[in-house]
């Protein structure tokens, strides 16, 4: 099964949205992190290895270079092994010598002994050493067989009381004495500093790299936020503007990202482009207006004396002089359809927007076409709920609400009812007009609200046509475009709908 258009469309959205880009940025930076986890842990598991086995190598050779020493040793020499042990130690590396004596049971840990260390050590330091090796079973498995090398990474406290050695290598030797085991050991200092026995993120390069790419993804966020905020303070100015909201504001006053400062002026360049525009228009349809009316109006009453002065007999000279009447009247309305025009194209570029009492307004409209319904046999019926108030432009609902009537008292036929109703729900405004006339054929129901489209009763049919109606008034098709114009402008919507009894039902909803 396919998406649908609506579908697409909010795929489309989702994919273009800052704030979807904004979330995906935060899921790559936070997934970075853990793809490259095992590769890290591995990196650093590898590193201890290696040095930890160097450890090991090194004690291994210091046993083997004392194995031919201990070899030789009886009861007496023991005393002066320490001695012997010091050219195997230095700053960061000790050396033990414990024995098991060949009178001892094989596999027991416990009858090892330390014999020497270089350098010296105190006793409870070795004890303390001897009980870790017993309690971790190697001393156990190193007396077995007394063979095979032992490697270690077991902390214990150092001999001054501060800091740790780390016992690295246990390496045993048969002799007649017994089983010997060479024990070394390396500061742990000097190994935790290169990440030996310390999990991996506590080595300073790891967590210098950590912090860069904190930072480095913290920038990106606060920018990418930045910018989003940015672009939210734009569009709250913009519907500010658009609402007459609060003072007036600039977009270069809201911005706070430099490189933004281009668009924000760009910004405030089009709003005062669009404020000129507007005024401009109302301007010139007005001084239009006014320079065509006075001519129409000389030539108006100046063939008021013209008729009076034709003889009844002059019927060509009557007919030119109604004829030129009737051009006059038609030039007068089509001047009053370009001053609508230029003003509702204003309206669109800045519709005006103050709390209008839409209520007490549509009763006011409606109480001016009292005289007209009863002249065509209309009855109202009207259901208007009190005290309900848009923010819109009062001329501009006045206009919506006049063309809606018009349109609907002109296909209402005698002895029909023209419903008005207007209330407010769900936090929002809704006008119903609803006539009893023919109606509208389903494939022009959208077509009624485009420019130039007028559809009169003719024949018992509705069709399509321009100019003059049934009813003796001009009808120039834009009545119903300049309602869909101003309401959408407002940020409204109309909708038209054929009633199942009959008649057309026009519908608008508009912001609360």
Request: include cysteine.
């Amino acid at each position: 099964m396919t998406a649908g258009p609506t579908g697409r469309r909010a795929t489309h959205w989702l994919m273009r949205s800052l704030a979807s880009r904004l979330v995906v940025v935060l899921l790559v930076f936070l997934a970075v992190p853990v793809l490259i986890y095992e590769q890290f842990r591995a990196a650093d598991s590898e590193k201890q290895l290696l040095l930890l086995r160097s450890a090991q190598q090194q004690g291994q050779l210091v046993a083997r270079a004392l194995e031919p020493l201990l070899a030789g040793v009886d009861a007496k020499s023991l005393v002066r092994l320490g001695d012997r042990l010091q050219p195997y130690a230095d700053a960061h590396t000790n050396v033990r010598l414990l024995l098991r004596p060949a009178t001892a049971a094989a596999g027991n840990g416990e009858a090892f002994f330390y014999v020497a260390s270089a350098p010296v050590v105190p006793t409870a330091m070795l004890d303390l050493e001897r009980e870790r090796l017993i309690e971790q079973g190697v001393l156990q498995r190193l007396g077995g067989s007394c063979a095979g090398d032992q490697p270690l990474a077991i902390p214990v406290p150092h001999a001054d009381g501060e800091g740790l050695d780390l016992l690295t290598s246990i390496t045993p030797i048969k002799t007649p004495m017994g089983c010997w085991a060479i024990v070394t050991s390396h500061a742990a200092a000097s190994y935790l500093g290169q990440g030996a026995g310390k999990p991996y993120w506590h080595s300073p390069e790891v967590q210098a790299a950590g912090l860069i790419y904190v930072a480095m993804a913290a920038l990106v966020m606060l920018l990418l936020l930045e910018i989003w905020r940015n672009l939210r303070r734009f569009g709250e100015l913009a519907r500010d503007m658009v609402l007459h909201r609060g003072p007036a504001g600039s977009f270069v006053a809201q911005n706070t990202v430099p490189e933004l400062q281009p668009v924000a002026e760009d910004f405030d360049r089009l709003v005062g482009t669009l404020h000129n525009s507007a005024a401009n228009l109302r301007r010139a349809a007005e001084d239009n207006a006014h320079a065509f009316k006075t001519p129409i109006a000389v030539i108006r009453q100046s063939l008021e004396p013209l008729k009076r002065l034709l003889p009844p007999e002059e019927s060509r000279a009557r007919r030119a002089v109604e004829m030129i009447e009737g051009s006059v009247e038609r030039l007068d309305g089509l001047v009053s359809f370009a001053r609508r025009m230029d003003e509702t194209t204003a309206d669109l570029l800045e519709p005006p927007r103050q709390r209008v009492d839409l209520s007490a307004l549509l009763e006011r409209v409606l109480l001016g076409y009292r005289g007209l319904m009863e002249e065509r046999g209309v009855d109202l019926a009207s259901r208007i709920e009190p005290h309900v108030v848009v923010r819109a432009g009062e001329d501009l609902l006045e206009t919506v609400i006049e063309n809606i009537v018009d349109n609907a008292l002109s296909f209402s036929p005698p002895e029909s009812i023209l419903r008005v109703s207007l209330k407010r729900a769900d936090g929002a405004v809704f006008l119903a007009v609803d006539d009893e006339g023919p109606g509208v054929d389903p494939a022009n129901l959208d077509k009624i609200f485009e420019r130039y489209f007028s559809q009169r009763n003719g024949g018992g049919q509705a069709v399509a046509v321009q100019g003059g109606g049934d009813d003796g008034m001009p009808h120039y098709g834009i009545g119903l475009w300049i309602v869909r114009r101003n309401v959408e402008a407002i940020g409204g919507r109309v909708e038209a709908a054929n009633r199942p009894a009959g008649g057309l039902s026009m519908r608008i909803r508009l912001p609360g």
